[in-house]
């Protein structure tokens, strides 16, 4: 018997990437081997209190939980819930959060998923901290790597700001989704050549 967790939609395990705000999961029972129906699962930290740590919620709105139980059908049908990260850690060690999928009944475990929490940092607040001026560091190699790439795509990220879609990102309703859209491809390329960098705020 195991469990396969997918978060935000991918199940690539180099892509279980969440931050502070609960992101969407899935868990599901594999190879239940006739166990009762349903079987209560526990999902936790790995190592509670080292490294990394991780929050679960039921539904979005709900307090933030550092273990949840869950009731898994034996067909393989998923279970909705929602992961963050706990906000107050560095986004310094790659995969150093990992969440662990325990049965209720007995503890045995049923699946390890490591998982990547990053944190978008005040900008203001980076300096004078060894730790958030080397997560500032780490976006600005990012950020001059993807700028001297050669293939122009700073460039275009620029221009797409500017030209053609001009009108649609400022003059209608569209502005706040479109920003949205446009800060999360630019942090996705940049965690193309970084995976620990995470676009500043302010």
Do not use: C
Request: aromatic share 8%; net charge negative.
């Amino acid at each position: 018997m195991n469990t396969v967790i997918t978060i935000n939609g991918n199940t690539g395990s180099d892509e279980n990437y969440v931050t502070w705000s609960p992101s969407p999961a899935r868990i599901q029972l594999m190879n239940a081997g006739g166990a009762a129906n349903p079987v209560r699962v526990r999902l936790r930290n790995q190592n509670a209190g080292q490294g990394r740590q991780l929050s679960f919620f039921l539904q979005r709105t709900d307090a933030a939980s550092d273990e949840l139980e869950l009731d898994l059908p034996t067909d393989g049908n998923p279970v909705d819930f929602f992961v963050a990260g706990k906000y107050d850690q560095d986004n310094m060690t790659h995969y150093d959060a990992s969440m662990e999928v325990v049965a209720a009944d007995g503890g045995n475990t049923l699946s390890v998923t490591p998982v990547f929490v990053r944190v978008r940092r005040n900008a203001n607040t980076l300096s004078g901290n060894p730790l958030l001026e080397s997560e500032r560091d780490l976006f600005l190699s990012a950020l001059a790597t993807l700028n001297n790439s050669g293939n122009g795509l700073y460039e275009q990220f620029r221009d797409m700001h500017l030209q053609n879609s001009l009108d649609e990102a400022h003059g209608f309703s569209g502005f706040l989704p479109w920003h949205r859209a446009y800060l999360l491809d630019l942090e996705r390329e940049l965690q193309k050549i970084e995976p620990r960098a995470a676009l500043h705020y302010w």
